[in-house]
């Protein structure tokens, strides 16, 4: 409060690093954006650094090239880590899934959801929801200053007409968020090719790796797929938190207002203009017959069939 009994303004300067994984079982689409405090960004880089050179290995951590051992699968563990041992607030994320089976293409223009301008024309429309997570996670705020909105490259993307600019132009009308640019930024995932921003291709690939472990969990198959179900067992306790009890304030893992998993639609509305009455957490988490079979065998039961 200053002289004249008036409140300060609470502000909060942010930094949004955004990765896509879509057409995942031929259905389902997920938006991972990462949020990080501007003042914490170079201290949370210098942790997946260090992580780097505990493991020795310093190329492009992509999850889907992640096998059932090797310094991949142990740099991915260090780096999951840090969601659930995030003491100091410098890591939120928001994570959309979007089930592309119930929307009807022409909605959004002609062609195909799955590529080309139908899918940017798609992906725009919801991209903005991650964007706008920002006044639920910092809601104790009267401003939030967006300093930059990155994005991992993405041919679609970036050729698409709207995209790199009209969801900055959206957000004017907000008045809790500025934002200090104009235009989305496009930024290489491998920092070996990434010349401009290579940090932040550290944090894309952070996003991959998260989206990548998340989905996993939930879109489990039967696979001969070790390493990735290690970083399953990893996640699944916070996913199946978030998505049973996302009011708890008082877990250890203090996803509260931190970290979020939405879906969107439970089913299929007319019109796509209240985002927020057909979000959901409604999903079974598949990965759990692997963690149930895994600890009954621990524990000496046997399934009856």
């Known amino acids: 409060m200053n002289l004249f009994g008036e409140h300060n303004k609470r502000s909060i300067n942010v930094a949004l690093i955004t990765d896509e994984r879509k057409n995942i079982c031929d259905a389902w689409n997920y938006i991972s954006t990462i949020i990080i405090p501007t003042n914490l960004f170079n201290t949370f880089y210098e942790t997946l650094m260090a992580h780097r050179n505990t493991v020795g290995y ?33 890591i ?21 959801l799955k590529k080309g301008v139908n899918y940017a024309n798609f992906y725009n429309r919801f991209f903005r929801t991650n964007v706008l997570s920002i006044k639920y996670f910092f809601n104790k705020y009267d401003e939030i200053i967006i300093d930059k909105i990155f994005h991992d490259t993405e041919g679609n993307l970036e050729n698409h007409y709207l995209f790199d600019w009209h969801c900055i132009w959206k957000l004017e009308s907000d008045a809790k968020i500025k934002s200090r640019f104009n235009k989305v930024v496009f930024v290489d995932s491998n920092h070996l090719n990434e010349k401009t921003h290579p940090k932040v291709s550290q944090i894309i690939q952070f996003s991959d790796l998260l989206v990548g472990t998340i989905s996993h969990c939930l879109d489990f ?34 996803y509260y207002r931190k970290y979020d998993v939405n879906f969107f639609p439970k089913s299929l509305p007319n019109e796509y203009q209240n985002l927020q009455q057909y979000l959901h957490k409604n999903r079974a988490i598949q990965i759990t017959t692997l963690i149930n079979k895994i600890e009954n065998e621990t524990s000496g039961q046997q399934e009856l069939w």
């Open 58 to 90: 310093f190329n492009e951590l992509i999850f889907r090239e992640i096998g059932k051992s090797g310094p991949k699968l142990e740099l991915a563990k260090l780096w999951l880590n840090e969601i659930l041992i995030d003491e100091n607030e410098k």
């Open 92 to 112: 939120y994320f928001k994570i959309l899934g979007l089930n592309r089976k119930l929307f009807d293409e022409n909605i959004f223009g002609h062609g195909s």
């Open 221 to 254: 198959e039967i696979k001969d797929h070790n390493g990735r179900n290690e970083l399953g067992k990893i996640i699944f306790p916070l996913l199946k938190r978030i998505l049973n009890s996302p009011q708890n304030k008082n877990s250890s893992y203090k």
